[in-house]
Structure formats: structure tokens, C-alpha cells
């Protein structure tokens, strides 16, 4: 039975809210997004570096995002971007971070960059999370 235009019933009259179970929402891509950032966050840390900026845009249009900004124990200014997929299929995380991807984030590299009096040595780190956490230091360069 349809009803079109018409709330039914039992749901006009509340009737559906109490005899029925409440429906659970699906997690949203931005949630799951945060959590897999929260995940490598947490991860890095353990490993010694020191979070400086999360989700650090560039101003304007078209311009990019880079998840974690950290300074490694030498020093070292590290521009994380985390990936995470919920399969594998096309390749799983790591097979996200195209050409397109990475000039984004070189180009919010440099606009970060070019707020320091004195940039350090810096590198493109991605962090891919799936059912485990995996660290690619080094991923790519900015060339």
C-alpha cells in the first residue's frame, strides 16, 4: 500500500515512534573520514611526532587541504595525508592519492610554507587506514 503525499497513520499519530524500533543512522563519509584521521592522529603520535595544525586549508578558491601538519622529533616538518577506504576495491586507500591529489597538497604545502620565517626540512607523509594503520614516510615528493 502506497501512500503518496500522505504521512501514514500510525506515524500521524505517534503511534509508529513508540511500536517501532528507532532506525539507526548511517555513519557519514565526513564522520568516517574524522574517525580514520583520529585513528592516524593517535598513531603518529605514539610514533613521536607532535601534531602542529589538523585540516589546514589554503585561503581562497581552489586551492587544498592537508589532514595533519607534524614536526618529527628531528625537526623535520612532516604534511600528512590520511586515506582510508572500506574495501579494496580500485586499489584500496593508497590507490586514492593520484597526481590531481598530490598537487593540492604541495600547493597548501607551500602556502603554509610561505608563513615561516625559516622553513625546515619537510616531507609528504600518507598514512592509509584499513583494517590496520600503514605509514608511507616519504610518499612523495614535491616535484
Same mark, same amino acid.
Given at each position: 500500500?502506497?501512500?503518496?503525499?500522505?504521512?501514514?497513520?500510525?506515524?500521524?499519530?505517534?503511534?509508529?515512534?513508540?511500536? +517501532?524500533?528507532?532506525?539507526?543512522?548511517? @555513519?557519514?563519509? &565526513?564522520?568516517?573520514?574524522?574517525? *580514520?584521521?583520529?585513528? !592516524?592522529? #593517535?598513531?603518529?603520535?605514539?610514533?613521536?611526532?607532535?601534531?602542529?595544525?589538523?585540516?589546514?586549508?589554503?585561503?581562497?578558491?581552489?586551492?587544498?587541504?592537508?589532514?595533519?601538519?607534524?614536526?618529527? +622529533?628531528?625537526?623535520?616538518?612532516?604534511? @600528512?595525508?590520511? &586515506?582510508?577506504?572500506?574495501?579494496? *576495491?580500485?586499489?584500496? !586507500?593508497? #590507490?586514492?592519492?593520484?597526481?590531481?591529489?598530490?598537487?593540492?597538497?604541495?600547493?597548501?604545502?607551500?602556502?603554509?610554507?610561505?608563513?615561516?620565517?625559516?622553513?625546515?626540512?619537510?616531507?609528504?607523509?600518507?598514512?592509509?587506514?584499513?583494517?590496520? @594503520?600503514?605509514?608511507?614516510?616519504?610518499?612523495?615528493? *614535491?616535484?
Amino acid at each position: 500500500m502506497k501512500f503518496l503525499g500522505k504521512r501514514r497513520p500510525e506515524v500521524a499519530s505517534g503511534l509508529a515512534d513508540a511500536s +517501532r524500533p528507532a532506525v539507526a543512522r548511517a @555513519v557519514t563519509t &565526513r564522520q568516517q573520514g574524522n574517525a *580514520a584521521e583520529d585513528r !592516524a592522529l #593517535a598513531y603518529l603520535q605514539a610514533a613521536g611526532l607532535h601534531l602542529l595544525v589538523r585540516n589546514y586549508r589554503t585561503p581562497g578558491r581552489g586551492g587544498g587541504e592537508i589532514d595533519l601538519v607534524m614536526r618529527d +622529533r628531528d625537526g623535520t616538518l612532516v604534511f @600528512v595525508e590520511v &586515506r582510508s577506504r572500506s574495501s579494496t *576495491a580500485f586499489g584500496g !586507500a593508497g #590507490a586514492s592519492i593520484g597526481a590531481t591529489k598530490q598537487r593540492h597538497i604541495i600547493f597548501a604545502a607551500q602556502q603554509y610554507l610561505i608563513r615561516l620565517p625559516s622553513p625546515p626540512p619537510c616531507r609528504f607523509d600518507v598514512v592509509l587506514v584499513e583494517d590496520s @594503520v600503514q605509514w608511507l614516510k616519504a610518499a612523495f615528493d *614535491a616535484q
